[in-house]
């Protein structure tokens, strides 16, 4: 089982900045990508960004420019750099992990950390 622990959530103005951390633990042997993911109230949960093992990004349309996403594979720590954050950007934040092992291939959800946009 891996464990994931996020952190930096909070209630910003707009056009603030945040930064998320989710830090990996327990089987992390196999971590391939790691990402972030949100859910605003009614909607479903989208992908934020992800990042490969070997620093291939993706981000979603709506925060290209805004978000940069990083990773400390020795930390087995990703980050999240939120900035000219919006009132849309407002969500639940979870910190996803993919790990293959032996073929197989595991997705990891952490707890979830709330980010607020407002004024």
């Known amino acids: 089982q891996v464990q994931l622990v996020e952190s930096g959530g909070g209630l910003v103005q707009p056009g603030g900045s945040l930064r998320l951390s989710c830090a990996a633990s327990?089987?992390?042997?196999?971590?391939?990508?790691m990402g972030w993911y949100r859910q605003a109230p009614g909607k479903q949960r989208e992908l934020v960004a992800t990042?490969?093992?070997?620093?291939?990004?993706n981000y979603a349309d709506s925060v290209k420019g805004r978000f940069t996403i990083s990773r400390d594979n020795a930390k087995i720590t990703v980050y999240l750099q939120m900035n000219s954050l919006k009132p849309e950007d407002t969500a639940v934040y979870y910190c996803?992990?993919?790990?293959?092992?032996?073929?197989?291939?595991?997705?990891?959800w952490g707890q979830g950390t709330q980010v607020t946009v407002s004024s």
């Open positions: 990042m490969t093992s070997t620093g291939n990004t």
């Open positions: 327990g089987s992390t042997s196999g971590i391939g990508v």
């Open positions: 996803n992990v993919n790990r293959v092992r032996l073929g197989r291939i595991s997705d990891y």
